[in-house]
């Protein structure tokens, strides 16, 4: 049965959906209008925010779970993509769930920017971000409560990472001039050094992160209630 909770345990797995529900969960806790679901438990957790779904499945009554989708009707859902295939939800494109380990040691010089200085770096073509006033709150919400991350050098790249307990994730990498991208993600791992680090990204950007020292985990996806075939 899947059941409304308010207390989620640290899902101490190597998976996207579960680092992202953490960080979520951490973030969010306290605030009414995020929800969190577990199903019988463990098989399944399941978070909205603004419309938005995350789903970790470990052994899901699927069924079930698609009955409940249904019912709930999200504008996006993220999850790995054995399981959006199995409650009906094909996603568009796949996305590639990478890791590394966070072992670079040093401190890149960093410049001290604003949330909107960020989201100007991160508005690039390949990236879908939120309207800034929403990104602005939520960005500042979990750097406040310490995770999040950031590394940036105005005019020319920028990493904002999600992190908690032992893992960090990539939430948006940006460069604005040739070969800043490895500036900024060198700079990013320095930032979460000791953590199991992962990023999902499209098959055009798949090549920079094996260059980068990332491996290839599973697949994942998003689905769109835009994109949905009618």
Known sequence: ???????????????????????????????????FWTQDNDKAYISLTDGNMIIFNQNADIEELKNFVAVINPVCIFSD???????????PENINIMYRSADILGQAECDILSSREIYDLLDVK??????????????????NKGYANYFALKDKCAAVTFNCGNYAIIN?????????????????????????????????????????????????????KNNERK
């Open 1 to 35: 049965m899947i059941t409304l909770t308010e207390k989620i345990p640290f899902l101490d797995f190597l998976s996207a959906e579960a680092v992202k529900l953490n960080c979520l969960y951490e973030s969010y806790k306290d605030d009414r209008s995020v929800l």
């Open 81 to 91: 993509y054995e399981t959006l295939e199995k409650i009906g939800k094909t996603p």
């Open 126 to 143: 390949g990236l879908s971000l939120p309207e800034y006033p929403y990104f602005a709150v939520d960005y500042c919400r979990r750097l």
């Open 172 to 224: 948006g990498l940006a460069s604005h001039e040739k070969g800043y991208g490895s500036v900024a993600l060198k700079g990013i791992l320095q930032k979460n050094h000791g953590k199991q680090f992962l990023v999902c990204c499209r098959d055009s950007v798949k090549g920079f992160y094996q260059k980068n020292g990332f491996k290839k985990l599973y697949n994942a996806g998003y689905w769109v």
